[in-house]
């Protein structure tokens, strides 16, 4: 395995760009009471540069993500009564993913037996880059892990923190956290990109490894992640291969929750900090 230091760059910008040069990103997400997750995922996406975001929510909750992230704009999906995704919205986010350059699916999903149907019949049948997180990766643990899926996006993605990874792998948080280098190694066996949350964050495809310095303790905090989601989704959106977006998101990530902590401490950080501090973060590489 080879251990990499070097943080990618992402390209310069040229004077001809337009929002259409940055990329789509489609985030897919939000459930009755967790509207906030895929409000915070889209606007990370566009504080990290994507040049269009698109929140694609159950319709239940519309309103209130739009609220939320008034940037971003926003596709009904169907939705049951409890406010979370049918399994038909697959064929609608399928749809709309044609237009999307990445999809960045989870913040905020939920985990009922529905939306398992849901996510089980997305990734089955989608070929868009994709960064899957959150209640996505949870509902992937309950059909058999990453060895369910029967086709691959072309780019997968996934950020789980380390008791996600424990149900995907199916062991315990104790042996995830006992080796953790071993655990992301066997989370991009099936070949997608792992990066495994927590302390020195790790990033791997299989063949490289990049442990995270930055970060702090203050950034175990709910939401924290789905920044992170939005993040490298929108780097994947303007370029960047899922292994170098997913290195140099958690670099940022780390360094926005730096900045965030050394001007409000690490006690009361919040997502919201993390996100604010992220345009600073960006400038600096």
């Not at 190694?185 to 490894?209: H, N, S, W, Y």
């Given at each position: 395995?080879?251990?990499?230091?070097?943080?990618?760059?992402?390209p310069?910008?040229?004077a001809?760009?337009?929002?259409?040069?940055?990329?789509t990103?489609l985030v897919?997400?939000?459930?009755?009471?967790?509207?906030?997750?895929?409000a915070?995922?889209?606007?990370?996406?566009?504080a990290?540069g994507?040049?269009l975001?698109?929140?694609a929510?159950?319709?239940?909750?519309?309103?209130?993500?739009a609220?939320?992230?008034p940037?971003?704009?926003t596709?009904?999906?169907?939705?049951t009564?409890?406010?979370?995704?049918h399994?038909?919205?697959?064929?609608?986010?399928?749809?709309?993913?044609?237009?999307a350059?990445?999809?960045?699916?989870g913040?905020?999903?939920?985990?009922?037996?529905?939306?398992?149907l849901?996510?089980?019949?997305?990734?089955?049948?989608?070929?868009t880059?994709?960064?899957?997180?959150?209640?996505?990766?949870n509902?992937?643990?309950?059909i058999?892990?990453?060895?369910?899926?029967?086709?691959?996006?072309?780019?997968?993605?996934?950020?789980?923190?380390?008791?996600?990874?424990?149900r995907?792998?199916?062991?315990s948080?104790?042996?995830?956290?006992?080796?953790?280098?071993?655990?992301?190694?066997?989370?991009?066996?099936?070949?997608?990109?792992?990066?495994?949350?927590?302390?020195?964050?790790?990033v791997?495809?299989?063949?490289r490894?990049?442990?995270?310095?930055?970060?702090?303790p203050?950034?175990?905090?709910?939401?924290?992640?789905?920044v992170?989601?939005?993040?490298?989704?929108?780097?994947?959106a303007q370029?960047?291969?899922?292994?170098?977006?997913?290195v140099?998101?958690?670099?940022v990530h780390?360094?926005a929750?730096d900045?965030?902590?050394?001007e409000?401490?690490?006690?009361?950080?919040?997502?919201?900090n993390?996100l604010?501090c992220?345009?600073?973060?960006?400038?600096?590489?």
């Amino acid at each position: 395995m080879e251990r990499l230091t070097a943080i990618p760059h992402l390209p310069l910008r040229p004077a001809s760009a337009n929002k259409g040069t940055f990329g789509t990103v489609l985030v897919v997400g939000g459930s009755r009471g967790m509207a906030g997750a895929v409000a915070l995922a889209g606007r990370a996406a566009l504080a990290g540069g994507a040049g269009l975001v698109r929140l694609a929510v159950p319709d239940r909750i519309l309103d209130t993500v739009a609220t939320l992230a008034p940037d971003c704009t926003t596709l009904p999906l169907s939705d049951t009564p409890a406010g979370r995704l049918h399994p038909r919205a697959a064929v609608e986010v399928l749809r709309a993913a044609r237009e999307a350059t990445v999809l960045a699916l989870g913040p905020g999903l939920g985990c009922d037996s529905d939306t398992v149907l849901f996510v089980r019949s997305l990734l089955e049948n989608l070929d868009t880059p994709t960064v899957v997180d959150a209640d996505a990766l949870n509902c992937l643990a309950k059909i058999g892990g990453l060895s369910a899926l029967i086709h691959r996006p072309a780019t997968l993605v996934i950020t789980p923190h380390p008791g996600e990874a424990a149900r995907l792998l199916r062991t315990s948080v104790a042996e995830i956290q006992s080796d953790r280098e071993r655990a992301a190694e066997q989370l991009a066996a099936g070949g997608c990109v792992a990066l495994l949350k927590g302390q020195g964050t790790l990033v791997t495809e299989g063949r490289r490894i990049y442990v995270n310095q930055t970060g702090n303790p203050g950034m175990a905090t709910g939401g924290a992640g789905d920044v992170l989601t939005g993040l490298i989704a929108a780097l994947i959106a303007q370029g960047l291969s899922g292994f170098d977006a997913a290195v140099l998101g958690a670099h940022v990530h780390g360094a926005a929750g730096d900045a965030a902590a050394r001007e409000l401490g690490q006690v009361s950080l919040t997502a919201e900090n993390i996100l604010s501090c992220l345009p600073g973060a960006i400038s600096v590489r």
